[in-house]
């Protein structure tokens, strides 16, 4: 497709189990983005891309919180153990490489945790 | 600590009204910046972005933004505001840090437009 795909669109998951979310980024972006966004807050930043490795996951909150990238397209942000704070909207976002380069957002997954 | 700072979280104007969002920056070399809209349940869309060519940034839907390095700011403002500009915004700010570039988003501000 033309933007950034995410799925699912809606998740909704028990406390303690397993979840992953992913991305499909636009074609030829090789830098790629995982924020998270609570109810009233702007986007935090969890992790980014530059093709396959992790460059920076400074963001991820605590080692329950695990993404991967393998052929430097797809995405997948994995959360194990989950908890009712972790509720919150997922975005990806993708952009080409450079100094001045807009990020290209995805729709997001809203996962809620019960 | 570099980041953006949004005065005011949510503003209602009149349809028709000029619409002023607030945004100022805390950098201390050239930033690149970026307004980003967000309508309800879904992502973010660019509205604009600084690109150091011009101080005065001309977006989609009739928003501009310009830059004020002397108050380190990059309000963003539409001269007469329609319904359908009813969104959240965010001003963001692109870091290069540790060798590598993130975006630092603003809290946010809920632009609500009053018939």
């Known amino acids: 497709g033309a933007g950034v795909s995410q799925t699912p669109s809606n998740k909704v998951t028990e406390k303690g189990k397993y979840v992953e979310l992913r991305c499909d980024p636009i074609s030829g972006h090789t830098a790629l983005y995982w924020y998270r966004q609570s109810l009233g807050q702007g986007p935090e930043f969890l992790i980014y891309?530059?093709?396959?490795?992790?460059?920076?996951d400074s963001g991820l909150p605590n080692d329950r919180f695990f993404a991967v990238r393998p052929e430097g397209s797809v995405s997948t942000l994995k959360i194990q153990r989950t908890e009712r704070g972790d509720s919150a909207v997922y975005l990806c976002a993708s952009s080409l490489l450079g100094e001045n380069t807009e990020a290209f957002f995805g729709q997001g997954t809203r996962l809620t945790v019960v | 600590a570099q980041s953006v700072t949004q005065l005011g979280s949510h503003v209602s104007v009149s349809e028709g009204a000029l619409v002023l969002l607030r945004c100022n920056y805390s950098s201390s070399v050239p930033p690149y910046l970026f307004w980003y809209v967000q309508y309800p349940n879904q992502g973010l869309q660019l509205l604009l972005k600084y690109t150091s060519a011009a101080t005065l940034v001309k977006g989609i839907n009739g928003f501009e933004a310009e830059f004020k390095k002397s108050e380190t700011s990059f309000h963003l403002t539409k001269p007469s505001a329609h319904m359908s500009d009813a969104a959240e915004y965010f001003c963001a700010v692109r870091l290069l840090t540790s060798g590598t570039y993130k975006y630092i988003f603003g809290t946010g501000t809920r632009l609500k437009v009053l018939a």
């Open positions: 891309f530059q093709g396959t490795g992790a460059a920076d």
